[in-house]
């Protein structure tokens, strides 16, 4: 079995990989990313310098960084497209290497002008696929059906009626604890970067949640998991979305339905119904509001296939 990159030394340097295990541990406690996203960077860089490991012969360092000319850089993304990667995993590991590049530029180890100035590969815009509001309370009403279990079921429900209910990620809702559980209107939700937003809480959401508590078997107190897998562990994502693939099947739903996209179908319904834009993103959490117009095409796509199957001009 391949080591995990967190355990494998890197192809590089003594020099370099300091810097870089000094990178991953600012990351971690400077930035407060999320396990997830340091290894997920872990991976990319570790992919990176095991490329210029190949590409020059010999152990990567700091210099080499420094004197990387633009065409090792266009060596290292045509790989990547030979290899069968696709142009928005590029653009995400490019963007991570400009992360490292620039960490070791402020703190005087090296600068490299061929990384500061190298272009992501152009990505085709992508508008969220939210679910319509009849299939989004289908997904809701079904789930129980795929367990035996009475307590596992109700988790079910609890889960998908907190992400359609409140928009969250599927890591923030199974991240959370069970001294989270909302009492009240309102919900504490630690989103990405560790950064802390309150969600209003609908009664029909508390309410699921609720029901979920009182047939669910263990309690790890205020400290443990708000949602248990069978086993008594912390519900993994994996489980949620291999219920939403059943659902797909069973309630004949694209492809797209997703537990993410419960969050996207928050979002636009609630822009639909003529919520505010700068409200749905402090809800959402997201940083920029560029982030929260993308669901102004969802809805203008939305109308306009409403308007071209209504209107009796449109079929000519």
């Not at 960077?41 to 080499?64: C, K, M, N």
Request: glycine share 6%; with cysteine.
């Amino acid at each position: 079995m391949a080591r995990s990159t967190a355990l494998a030394t890197f192809p590089a340097a003594p020099e370099l990989s300091a810097a870089i295990a000094q990178w991953l541990d600012w990351l971690t406690n400077e930035r407060r990313a999320s396990p997830h996203t340091v290894e997920a960077y872990r991976r990319d860089i570790f992919a990176f310098v095991t490329f210029l490991a190949e590409h020059l012969g010999e152990a990567p360092g700091l210099t080499s960084l420094a004197s990387m000319r633009p065409a090792d850089l266009r060596a290292w993304l045509a790989r990547r497209t030979l290899d069968g990667h696709a142009r928005s995993s590029t653009a995400r590991a490019l963007s991570v290497v400009r992360s490292f590049a620039r960490y070791c530029a402020r703190r005087g180890h090296a600068s490299s002008a061929a990384i500061a100035s190298a272009r992501s590969p152009k990505l085709p815009r992508t508008v969220p696929r939210p679910l319509t509001i009849a299939d989004a309370a289908k997904t809701i009403d079904e789930i129980a059906a795929l367990s035996s279990s009475a307590w596992i079921a109700r988790r079910d429900v609890a889960v998908l009626t907190l992400l359609y209910g409140c928009g969250l990620r599927i890591g923030e809702a199974l991240g959370l604890r069970r001294g989270d559980a909302p009492q009240g209107e309102t919900l504490r939700v630690l989103g990405k970067g560790r950064k802390e937003r309150v969600v209003p809480v609908l009664p029909i959401v508390r309410a699921a949640i609720q029901d979920y508590l009182a047939a669910c078997p263990y309690d790890r107190g205020a400290d443990g998991p708000l949602f248990f897998g069978a086993r008594g562990k912390r519900l993994h994502a994996a489980i949620v979305q291999q219920r939403m693939r059943e659902l797909r099947r069973r309630l004949d739903l694209p492809d797209t339905a997703t537990p993410h996209a419960l969050r996207h179908s928050f979002a636009t319904h609630l822009l639909g119904a003529g919520g505010d834009l700068r409200a749905i993103q402090e809800l959402l959490g997201h940083a920029s509001l560029s982030t929260t117009q993308r669901y102004t095409e969802v809805d203008a796509e939305q109308l306009l296939a409403v308007y071209e199957r209504a209107h009796p001009r449109a079929r000519g």
